[in-house]
């Protein structure tokens, strides 16, 4: 039996001044094996992301079925006003988890982070002047690689194929590419060409690199607008990160990129003395951003969509066209048979 009119019905929702959401999945099943220290970099991750996001930055925790020290302590971080959402479900995969962070907000950038990155100041800063700088921008990664500039990357190609702007160019930060490939145990992921050079993307005096990574990067909300894409089969990897992560940004015609320089770490499984005092000399972030970002839409047709990333990718990726691109963009002859 109902009585009365409940108060709620048919009344707006109250408009809130966040304009950026930052999803974190965290997934730490025990403190055990390959889990031991994963707490303790959960810890250096938020508290990270916690120093060095503006005020108008709303941040969801899902909880993907994590052991009790760890429910316990993101359960405190929302008690205390630290974060704004905390959601809480069994083990349902890493891209189901973020679309559960996705659902039910409308911000104009979302923030997807896995748990065992280090945030570092400024990376809000810098990764709205490249999307601000360059409308095409989709996705935007703090964390540049030298070898990303192959994947899912044929529409920037396309584009500006014949423009000065697309160029090789110095790496601003070898060592941070180097730290990356120390915390996924790859120290030779880069080689010593890779470390030297990165193909970017110039607009007057502003630089990106081409390509973006997965493990932390901020998204143009208009990616995940209309996306199909409900439910993943996989707890990590398979083709979900593709559907999800990489597909719709070029499916709505914007472009990958990452900053020039590097904005954050990733921590892997294993905690290590820099990581601390890294976050010890984090600044807070006393930014009084007052005003959203408004980025101009971009329009997209499937047929653009199949000419730049089906057609031209299936050329330029061939091995001789490939290595005649990439000799065209400033590499020599010797840089590009070394270039992977």
Known sequence: MRIGFNPNKDRY????DFFHQVIIPVYIPSQDGYFRESFQILKYCLESLLKTIHPKTFVTLVNNGSNADVVDYLNTLHKNGKVHEVIHTTNV???NAILKGISGHNFSFITISDCDVLFLNDWQKETY????NFRKAGVVCPTPSSRSL????SNIWFDLFFSKSLYFSKVKNP???KAFAQSIGNPDFYTKVHLEKYLTVSNKNIRAVVGA???VATYRKEVFENNNLKYSNFALGGDSENKLLD?????????RLSTEDNFAYHLGNIEEQWMKETLDELSPNNDLTDKAIILKNMRSSKFEYFIKNVIFSRIITQKKIWRYCIRYKGLSTDEALKYK
């Open 247 to 255: 597909i719709p940004v070029i499916e709505k015609g914007f472009w």
């Open 175 to 177: 060592r941070a590419l």
């Open 129 to 132: 002047k490249v999307f601000q």
């Open 213 to 215: 990574g997965h493990f």
């Open 13 to 16: 929702t109250k408009k809130d």
């Open 150 to 153: 192959k994947n899912h990357t």
């Open 93 to 95: 995969g890493k891209l």
